[in-house]
């Protein structure tokens, strides 16, 4: 059984959706792993609120890259 959708594009949409997959990988994903970082660095990681934070963004932009 085939689940895969096909969706139609313009030229300007794929552009778009290139340009916001290349921040989300680049510059966004490499923003969270800096803050994942530091957070780390804050010690106890059970009561740290900004750690728990950084990886969920972190776990959704991966997430959301899983197929690149």
Same mark, same amino acid.
């Given at each position: 059984?085939?689940?895969?959708?096909?969706?139609?594009?313009?030229?300007?949409?794929?552009?778009?959706?290139?340009?916001?997959?290349?921040?989300?990988?680049?510059?966004?994903?490499?923003?969270?792993?800096?803050?994942?970082?530091?957070?780390? &660095?804050?010690?106890?990681? /059970? &009561?740290?609120? &900004?750690?728990?934070?950084?990886?969920? &963004?972190?776990?959704?932009?991966?997430?959301?890259?899983? /197929?690149?």
């Amino acid at each position: 059984m085939n689940n895969q959708t096909k969706f139609l594009l313009t030229k300007e949409g794929l552009e778009d959706l290139k340009k916001e997959f290349n921040n989300l990988v680049n510059v966004k994903r490499t923003e969270a792993v800096k803050r994942v970082a530091a957070a780390r &660095e804050q010690g106890d990681l /059970s &009561e740290n609120s &900004e750690y728990t934070a950084s990886r969920e &963004e972190l776990n959704m932009i991966d997430g959301s890259n899983a /197929s690149y």
